[in-house]
């Protein structure tokens, strides 16, 4: 895993202040020690992030939290254009697909637009995912061994906001749509994670336990919100989520 680090250009002292990070989250926890004991109990935890930056915040959270907690793989959503993209000549999908299980989706976002994918096309890719999410969440529960499985939860980066003389003034989260937020409120647990400027900041584990569909979303919106307050503190300028 941290060999898959390094392929992605990340210094080794970057890596170690992102294993820390999991270590003392901004709720004052040992989320690696909680993450662990959680996927111990067979119980899923969905890993969310924002673009803030960079597209390369979700394989660092998703790889920070499976060498924190000692797992494999466990799964990611990506957009399907991230297919087409490459890094350092090397397919993405190639670079990927050594260290997660993919799970290929297409959001309504300028890429989708951009390559003139058409709707019905869209939502059988989005349709065939969400099932084998349902299916791997259920054979971990089933196997006692849960999974980490990673998304950003908008589908697109934040827009960046910059002043007159050039400096960034403000960043806008893009809305989430209910489907997403209840895709993610099928697992057992959601921890929001956010990265700018090669830093990273971790938050607390939310537990959804016995609650009700209607407190679960609200607990997703939660971790969503945790997500722009965390990036603001790292970007040092104000991060909104688009009304």
């Not at 067979?42 to 000692?70: R, W």
């Not at 409120?185 to 900041?201: G, I, Q």
């Amino acid at each position: 895993l941290k060999r898959a680090y390094l392929s992605l250009n990340t210094s080794r002292n970057t890596v170690s202040n992102f294993e820390k990070a999991f270590l003392n989250s901004t709720a004052g926890t040992n989320v690696a020690e909680e993450l662990r004991e959680t996927l111990d109990k067979g119980n899923n935890v969905m890993l969310l992030t924002g673009h803030a930056q960079h597209l390369f915040d979700l394989p660092y959270s998703h790889l920070t939290a499976n060498i924190s907690t000692q797992r494999n793989r466990g799964g990611m959503f990506l957009n399907k254009t991230m297919a087409l993209e490459r890094y350092k000549k090397l397919p993405m999908t190639y670079i990927l697909s050594h260290v997660s299980d993919i799970y290929w989706v297409m959001p309504d976002t300028a890429s989708r637009v951009k390559y003139g994918i058409p709707t019905e096309i869209a939502n059988e890719i989005n349709a065939r995912a969400g099932r084998q999410f349902m299916q791997d969440i259920r054979d971990a529960k089933e196997s006692g061994e849960g999974r980490i499985i990673s998304i950003v939860p908008s589908g697109t980066k934040m827009e960046h906001l910059y002043n007159e003389e050039g400096s960034l003034e403000k960043l806008i989260m893009p809305q989430t749509c209910q489907a997403t937020k209840g895709l993610i409120s099928r697992a057992e647990a959601v921890l929001p994670v956010a990265v700018y400027d090669d830093r990273m900041l971790v938050g607390g584990i939310e537990h959804f336990g016995n609650v009700n569909k209607e407190e679960r979303m609200k607990l997703v919106s939660k971790s969503i919100g945790k997500i722009a307050f965390m990036t603001s503190e790292l970007a040092q300028v104000p991060c909104e989520i688009e009304n």
